[in-house]
């Protein structure tokens, strides 16, 4: 341990501010706590920052997608292609809607799946892909739609809503990208759906919370669109509280057997404030990335790298990698900065090491690179709350105990 004292510092802590307690106070006292004119303020803010026409908010990233897949008609019989090398709400949202899971492994030393196996995983049972904005950098669009255009002729459109796109529907899990930039482009104008989530530990959090943007397609009706999403969100009801909260407009009908996974007003409450912060929290998080980028890499440690002439990333985790150690260090490196007060993490744990998956037939032999991602890979903190001192106190005990761990030090 080096001689400083001995700090605490937590993984990913909300960064609240007064200005978000005191407007869900308001929000509390207003008489709307549930899904109101707080949530579609927010959908209205979100749409507009990020540049397309619609915005829905629902209670989870994960509930976004699902719903969208259940929205575009995929179930039984069809097929969905993600990563091998994510959270598990990228793939088991698959498995709830009746479809096959397929994942693909990632490129060798990269975080993102290798599209050359990508296209190889396309069949004509395949319906969606989901590629996954880890750590906040946006995919390689242009050589997934490449895929997907190359491999047109499989697509068989079950209904009118799939025969509009006509090809593989690109689907995001943009759980960590919210804000996000590459060529050009906001994360929510290039896939054909992004989902976002705004859990306690992200960017931008509403307490628990996502949402689904889409791009304009030719011949999709928006407003039917942004209905089927609140339909499938709240039991099918044909009028939501607002709605039905007019005098004497009490009579509703169910016109689906649905979900129950909208967005409160008090949750919205806190996203709105924390939308008027966010292009500061962006830019104070790229700070701390610089930061860590310029003492370690110049050490043999290796990060995702979240900024270029191309792409802004919207600096959600720090993934970096520890050449030359076994998974088992990697692990002794957590435990030993864990009693020195600084909580590391592990993104991802492939897909195939997990019961779950291993039941479903998967095994982590068929994932090499993805494999050779996560044994050497630890998620430093990365959070507004950091000082400029925390963070130089994080680089340099993950030096000494990373030095400490290969020369066989702790016995």
Same mark, same amino acid.
């Given at each position: ?230 339909? $499938? ?25 649905? $979900? ?152």
């Amino acid at each position: 341990m080096t001689k400083t004292q001995i700090r605490n510092i937590p993984f990913s802590p909300p960064d609240i501010t007064d200005a978000e307690i005191e407007e869900v106070i308001k929000t509390m006292k207003s008489g709307w706590i549930t899904t109101g004119p707080r949530t579609k303020e927010f959908e209205k803010k979100i749409a507009e920052y990020v540049g397309v026409n619609k915005a829905v908010c629902l209670n989870s990233a994960t509930a976004a997608m699902e719903l969208t897949l259940r929205i575009l008609g995929i179930g039984p019989g069809d097929e969905v292609i993600t990563s091998a090398y994510t959270y598990t709400a990228s793939a088991s949202i698959i498995d709830h809607v009746g479809a096959k899971i397929v994942l693909v492994d990632t490129a060798p030393d990269s975080f993102e799946m290798d599209y050359s196996k990508l296209a190889d995983a396309i069949t004509s049972k395949t319906k969606a892909i989901i590629p996954v904005d880890i750590a906040g950098k946006m995919c390689d669009y242009d050589s997934i739609f490449e895929v997907v255009e190359n491999k047109k002729h499989l697509f068989n459109a079950n209904n009118e809503l799939q025969e509009l796109f006509n090809r593989v529907i690109v689907m995001t899990d943009a759980a960590h990208a919210f804000g996000a930039e590459k060529n050009g482009m906001n994360c929510g104008q290039v896939a054909d759906f992004t989902c976002y989530s705004f859990h306690a530990v992200k960017n931008l959090t509403t307490a628990e919370g996502g949402a689904v943007v889409w791009r304009n397609v030719e011949g999709l009706d928006n407003e039917w669109l942004y209905k089927q999403f609140m339909l $499938y969100s709240l039991h099918g009801q044909s009028k939501d509280a607002m709605a039905k909260a007019q005098k004497g407009a009490w009579e509703y009908d169910i016109v689906y057997p649905a $979900y129950k996974c909208n967005m409160t007003d008090i949750m919205a409450a806190i996203g709105l404030i924390q939308l008027n912060r966010y292009e500061g929290v962006k830019e104070r998080r790229r700070e701390i990335i610089e930061i860590y980028d310029k003492a370690l890499l110049s050490l043999g440690f290796q990060s995702l790298k979240h900024y270029g002439e191309e792409f802004t990333s919207s600096g959600h985790l720090y993934l970096l990698r520890i050449p030359g150690i076994s998974e088992q260090e990697r692990n002794e490196i957590i435990v030993k900065l864990a009693e020195i007060g600084v909580a590391s993490n592990v993104h991802y744990k492939p897909l195939p090491l997990f019961t779950a998956y291993k039941n479903l037939g998967f095994d982590i032999k068929d994932y090499p690179n993805a494999l050779n991602q996560y044994v050497n890979e630890i998620t430093l903190p990365l959070h507004t709350l950091l000082s400029n001192e925390d963070v130089e106190y994080i680089v340099d005990n993950l030096t000494d105990v990373t030095e400490r761990v290969r020369r066989n030090l702790y016995v």
